[in-house]
């Protein structure tokens, strides 16, 4: 079996798996989607930087652009198809994250273990293909 990355996310432990390439493609595909285009038009004219992360950003323009984007149903989905890929520790070992219980009251860890768990399945794409920054996967 395959080991997965474990991370601690506040005083939880976790367990990152790789997604399968091709869930991994359509995964990346729809994250593009939501996030790319605002990424993009939330960059400052004029800006002269060698990579995206070193960019002056408009924070607000990208939430403004990310807003015309967000599909309820579709941002609910890509939630659980990248934690479908994580696992939690219990008393009886590492189990399947459940979105409902898990983070009830803690919609922070939620925010923080996808951060981990994009990085984990893509930081060498975003790293050597878009030129970001993400810090070690």
Known sequence: MIEGKRINVHDKRYELYHMPPKKAIRTLIRLMK??????????????????????EVDLGKI?????????????????????????????????????ETDFQGKIGSLFVLLKE????????????GLGLKLGPA
């Open 34 to 55: 939501l996030i790319g285009g605002p990424a993009v038009a939330g960059i400052k004219e004029g800006a002269d930087k060698k990579t995206v992360t070193d960019a």
């Open 63 to 99: 939430i403004e652009k990310m807003m015309d984007r967000l599909n309820e149903a579709d941002v609910l989905n890509l939630i659980e198809d990248v934690l479908a890929h994580v696992q939690i520790e219990r008393s009886e070992g590492f189990a399947a994250v459940n979105l």
């Open 117 to 128: 768990a994009i990085k984990h399945n893509f930081s060498d794409f975003l790293a050597e």
